[in-house]
């Protein structure tokens, strides 16, 4: 399969050190309300890990917070330090981030609808100072990749199904040769065996280019079988980490997040005992 080419170090697998480190970030949306709270996770170079949570949690607002989106909703990382490969990131744009290597695919999709599937993946390749060959090879890695992309490609995006607008952003990541990809709620609104298929692609993804992927989700279970480490947020805070299997142990998951109840517990007073993140960090 066609590799898309990498002017960086060309590193797959799990690494030790993390490609993205956030510590202890606050997060305050139009100067007074305090969204984020303490929230701290680390991203392994070459993995895939999950913040979960439901409803308002803060899962875009901690990705928005990392790749610097959230001047444009009035919010602001008001105290924390965010590292992605080996430098901080907190006052970089956007733009720099991308070109750094760590890009974001927003919730939602966000395909230009009036373009072209081609166009829209083309303009994935904008801060790219590389030729149009490389361009082109890179295209036709991500049609290798999403086939339907491939087939669709003549099509305008707001005419295409939401798993192929969906795939259209992720392949529009791609285009930047990211080594990070933030994936907002790739499964939003999609049947379940369209997000299988994004999650399988983003897993051949993640192996065969060792893209590390921090991916945002409600759908749990999905989540926690693609991602080898998981951190739960509540209102703000991560309540929960571990890894992956842990995780889909955990009677408080598997009842609050994965749907599956114990009939001995009663009450929420009852299964409520989520070990507190310890905030050495404070
Ligand atoms: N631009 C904004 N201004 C003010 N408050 C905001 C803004 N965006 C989000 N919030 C608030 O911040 C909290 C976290 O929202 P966020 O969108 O990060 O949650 P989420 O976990 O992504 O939720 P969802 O699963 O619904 O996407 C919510 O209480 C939300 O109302
Ligand atoms: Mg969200």
């Given at each position: 399969m066609a590799q898309i080419e990498r002017e960086t170090n060309g590193q797959s697998g799990i690494?030790?050190?993390?490609?993205l480190s956030v510590n202890n970030i606050e997060v305050i949306y139009d100067q007074v309300v305090l969204v984020l709270k303490g929230v701290s996770l680390a991203v392994p170079r070459g993995g895939i890990v999950s913040i979960l949570g439901a409803n308002g949690a803060g899962k875009t607002t901690t990705l928005k917070a990392i790749s610097n989106l959230l001047k444009s909703e009035k919010?602001?990382?008001?105290k924390g330090i965010i590292e992605f490969d080996g430098r901080r990131v907190d006052n970089t744009t956007p733009n720099d981030l991308v070109s750094n290597g760590c890009v974001q695919v927003m919730e939602g999709r966000h395909?230009?609808?009036?373009?072209s599937i081609h166009e829209n993946l083309l303009t994935g390749a904008f801060t790219r100072r590389n030729g149009k060959a490389a361009i082109q090879r890179d295209l036709d890695a991500v049609y290798e990749y999403f086939p339907r992309l491939r087939e669709r490609r003549k099509s305008l995006a707001g005419y295409v199904s939401g798993g192929e607008q969906q795939m259209c952003a992720i392949g529009r990541a791609m285009m930047s040769r990211p080594k990070m990809i933030l994936l907002?709620?790739?499964?939003?609104?999609?049947a379940p065996k369209i997000v299988e298929e994004i999650f399988g692609i983003v897993k051949t993804l993640n192996e065969a280019q060792g893209v590390s992927f921090l991916i945002a989700e409600q759908n749990t279970n999905m989540a926690l079988r693609y991602a080898t480490y998981g951190y739960i947020l509540e209102t703000g805070r991560i309540v929960l980490d571990g890894s992956a299997d842990d995780l889909r142990q955990n009677e408080d998951v598997k009842e609050f997040y994965l749907g599956i109840a114990d009939s001995n517990r009663t009450s929420f007073r009852d299964v409520k005992s989520y070990r507190r993140r310890k905030r050495w960090l404070a």
């Open positions: 690494g030790t050190t993390p490609i919010g602001l990382v008001t395909c230009f609808a009036h373009l907002d709620e790739p499964s939003m609104g999609l």
